[in-house]
C-alpha cells in the first residue's frame, strides 16, 4: 500500500503530513518550506497522490518537487472537485484553507452539523450542515491581531500576550487583564454566539494555533483537532483519486 502527501502552506508555516489510509505516520512543520523537505519525509516509501493547498502565492517549485515524487498531484483550488457541497456565492475568493478544514470536519463527522473554528492569525466561523454543505461562514481578528489593534492603534495601551497561559478573568481589575479578557473572552463569546444559531446536536470543533487556549473557556463541549486541515486535504485527495 502506498501513501498519500499532503501540504497545507499557512501564512507563517507549512505543515506536511504522510498519511497512510486516513492515518498519520509522519508530520512536519517549517517555516520556510523547501523542495528537499519533501525528499526528507518521503524516504524509500512509495507516494500515490500527493496535494498541495496554499493561503499565500502559487509555489510551483513545490508543485514541481511534488510531481517527482508523487504518481499524481493535485492542486487544491475552486475547480478542483470536492466531497462537499459548496454554498458560497464567490467560491474563487474562498480560502482554500477554510475549505480544508470543513473537509476535515466532514470527514471526522459525517452527517453532522459542526461549527468549525479555526483560530490562528485570523480566526473563521464555518459552518457544515449534516448533509455536507459549506453552507457559510464569518472572518474575524485573532488573537494576537486583536492584541496587537489595541497597542498599534491606541497611544497608552500595552501590548499584551493573550495567546498563552495563565488564567483569563471575567472582568480586568488592571489594564493588562482588562485588554486579556477582552480579547480572550469576546471571541469565547462569539463561539458561543454562533453555536447557539445551530441545531442542538451541532458539534464545535477547534483547530489553528490558539485553539488549545479556548477550548477550555467554552461553556459548550468543543473538540480540539490540530492536524484538522491536514485530514481534510487527505480527504479531498482521496476523493479525487476514486471519483
Known sequence: MGYNLV????????????FEGDRIVEFHRHERLLP??????????????AIYCSVTHHGEDIVVSLRAIADKVYELTSMLPLP?????????????????????????????????????????????????????????PGLWMRAEALRS?????????????????????????????GVVRGVVGEITYYRSLLPDD?????????????????????EVEPMLVCKGLNSILK?????
Open 84 to 140: 462537499l457541497a459548496i454554498g458560497y456565492t464567490t467560491p474563487t475568493t474562498l480560502g482554500r484553507d477554510r475549505i480544508a478544514a470543513v473537509a476535515g470536519a466532514q470527514a471526522i463527522y459525517p452527517g453532522k452539523s459542526v461549527l468549525v473554528v479555526d483560530a490562528g492569525t485570523a480566526i473563521t466561523y464555518d459552518r457544515l450542515t449534516a448533509d455536507g454543505e459549506f453552507s457559510g461562514g464569518n472572518i474575524a
Open 36 to 49: 528537499g523537505h519533501l525528499d526528507e519525509i518521503k524516504g524509500d516509501r512509495h507516494i500515490d497522490a
Open 239 to 243: 476523493y479525487n483519486e476514486h471519483h
Open 7 to 18: 501540504i497545507d502552506q499557512g501564512n507563517s508555516t507549512a505543515k506536511i503530513a504522510l
Open 202 to 222: 451541532a458539534i464545535v470543533v477547534l483547530t489553528g494555533g490558539d485553539a488549545p487556549r479556548l477550548a477550555p473557556l467554552l461553556e459548550c463541549q468543543a
Open 153 to 181: 492603534m491606541t497611544s497608552r495601551l500595552p501590548y499584551v500576550d493573550v495567546e498563552t497561559g495563565g488564567d483569563v478573568p471575567i472582568w480586568g481589575t488592571d489594564t493588562v487583564n482588562a485588554i486579556k479578557a
